[in-house]
Each structure stands twice: as structure tokens, then as C-alpha cells.
């Protein structure tokens, strides 16, 4: 009989003793490696004989070259694509893409425009399927975060209070999928016509600590950790309405002042300096902005490793 594939689409799919298993093999795999070089294999190597095919819809810096490196600390490689660069991107069905690459690539991970097109790919395909972006959510990225909180926590997130502030996107949304799993208090404070989707919120889970706030100051007040996020993201439209609807939302020093005296900042990357984020809270000494995208590295390579039946 053959397994069950071990799709990793989203995180709210996900029960909360997987999800802390993932953490803690991130946070495993990471010290083990302390002091090697970047392309040095992990001993146990669980994706020796094993390819990666990695495709982009859109650009990418951290999670083209994170997967990259991911795949080959686990002993494997991988195969990157443009969507421009395949019959994808040409009109050939997302099905039949799905079908060809699974006779020829151990796993797939899609950094897409459309989260319908992820679904619609893992159905169609006889190997893992990894959500590397997509317009509905970033489960990925929110491993890496709360790895990057732990860590400087020296504990588990459990109880702790993080404050996001700006668009209820997709970073936003996979964050509100763990909130209760990993029982920590989520406070968003976000623009009136950008709030994060009800069927997000819905999806957070019963007892679910998650307030919703138009006030960034409310938010932010004795928080342990302030995310922020680009305000215009890769297919926005609506440049200039955005623009002045979050100027209110910018993380400033005056704003960081108000969270707890120890902590700290997260921004996915890439930011807009001087528009959601201020170079003094970028660059300034609570910022774990580089910690969390090395940390990518590790939380993919927990995923890869489970996907592969190497974790639980």
C-alpha cells in the first residue's frame, strides 16, 4: 500500500504536535550544524538520491536560495524554474505539469500567484508539494518566525503575545493558523478594508486568542514580538490607496517603545524602508530580521525532511 503524501500546503491543515515537531527539528538541525560551512551535508542526509524541482510565479530571494540550500545540507538537489521558463507558464494545465513532474522529481515546491493552483497541483501529483508562497498564505515563512521567537525566548511561544501590524495578508493569515495551535495571543491592527479574511480568522481554531484592532499602538503595547510586512505586495493595484491607508501603521522607534522592554522585530523581507518599517527599528538592536531569514533554511529543511517521512 502506498503512504499518504505528506503535502505541506498550509498550516492550519496541520494538527499542533506536527507542527511543534517541525519547530523542534528546525531548532535540532540548526545547532547541529553550528560553526560549519553552508554546504557542508547533515550526517543522516534524508534526501540523499533525491531531487527538488523548485518553480516561481514570483520573484525570490530568500526562499529560492533557502530551499536551495536546504535541499542540499539534506544531501539532495534541486531543479529551478520560472513559470516563464515551462509550458506552465504557456497555458499547459497545472494538472499536467503536476503529472509530468512527478515521474521525474522526488518533491515540488511552488511559489505561486494563486493558492487555488497549489491545491489543484498537490491533487493532481504522486509526490510532496510544498506551499513556497501563495497569495492566500506563507506557512513556511511563519515556521522560520516562531523559530526566531523561540529561539530568542529560550522557550516555546506558548503564552507569548505578538503583535502584527499593517495588511492582513498572507503572512498574516498563517499566522493566525497557529495562534491557538501553538497557544500563543495574536493582536493585528490593520486598516479598516484590510483585514485579514474571515475564513482565516474562522480557521484559527477554537479558543483561538486572536484580537483584531484599527489601533497600532493597541496592538503593540507589551507585545514580546512586532511583525510588520510590505504594505504593496507583487500584484497590488491599488498603489497609492495603500500607501495612505497604512501611514498610520508604520513600525517606528516611537511605536517599538511601547512592546515589551525585551522584544523584538520580524519583517519577512524585502522591506520598504521609510514606509512600513523605519531603518532605526530595520537595522536597530531588537531587529531578528537576518536571524529569520537564515532560519528559513533550517524550518524548509524540517519540512523537506517530514515530507520525506523523516520527522514523525
Not at 520560472?82 to 504557456?90: C, N, P
Not at 498563517?174 to 485579514?196: E, G, N, R
Request: net charge negative.
Amino acid at each position: 500500500m502506498t503512504a499518504k503524501l505528506r503535502h505541506f500546503i498550509d498550516l492550519w491543515r496541520l494538527d499542533a504536535a506536527t507542527i511543534r515537531a517541525l519547530l523542534d527539528e528546525a531548532a535540532r538541525r540548526k545547532a547541529a550544524r553550528a560553526g560549519w560551512s553552508q554546504g557542508r551535508s547533515d550526517p543522516d542526509a534524508p534526501a540523499a538520491g533525491r531531487t527538488l524541482a523548485m518553480i516561481f510565479e514570483k520573484n525570490s530571494t530568500r526562499t529560492r536560495f533557502s530551499f536551495d540550500a536546504a535541499m542540499r545540507q539534506l544531501g539532495g538537489q534541486s531543479i529551478i524554474a520560472s513559470a516563464g521558463d515551462m509550458q506552465l507558464g504557456r497555458g499547459e494545465p497545472v494538472e499536467d505539469t503536476a503529472r509530468v513532474l512527478s515521474r521525474m522529481v522526488d518533491a515540488v515546491m511552488i511559489r505561486a500567484k494563486r493558492h487555488d493552483d497549489v491545491e489543484l497541483f498537490a491533487q493532481a501529483a504522486s509526490v510532496p508539494v510544498i506551499n513556497g508562497l501563495t497569495d492566500r498564505s506563507h506557512p513556511c515563512q511563519i515556521l522560520a518566525d516562531i523559530m526566531t521567537i523561540e529561539a530568542h525566548r529560550r522557550a516555546p511561544i506558548a503564552g507569548a503575545t505578538l503583535a502584527w501590524v499593517g495588511d492582513g495578508n498572507n503572512v498574516c493569515a498563517s499566522l493566525v493558523h497557529v495562534a491557538a495551535k501553538l497557544d500563543f495571543t495574536l493582536k493585528i491592527a490593520c486598516p479598516v478594508d484590510y483585514h485579514p479574511d474571515l475564513m482565516d480568522l474562522s480557521r484559527a481554531g477554537e479558543g483561538a486568542r486572536v484580537e483584531i484592532t484599527h489601533d497600532a499602538r493597541a496592538a503593540v503595547e507589551g507585545a514580546d514580538c512586532v511583525l510588520t510586512d510590505t504594505w504593496v505586495s507583487m500584484g497590488d493595484v491599488d498603489h497609492d490607496e495603500r500607501i495612505q491607508a497604512f501611514e498610520p501603521f508604520q513600525v517606528n522607534e516611537a511605536l517599538m517603545r511601547l512592546a515589551h522592554r525585551d522584544a523584538i522585530f520580524l519583517h519577512c523581507l524585502p522591506a520598504h524602508r521609510g514606509e512600513e518599517v523605519t531603518d532605526g527599528v530595520l537595522d536597530g538592536p531588537q531587529s531578528r530580521v537576518l536571524d529569520e531569514a537564515e532560519n528559513r533554511i533550517h524550518a524548509q529543511k524540517a519540512v523537506l525532511a517530514w515530507c520525506f517521512g523523516g520527522v514523525i
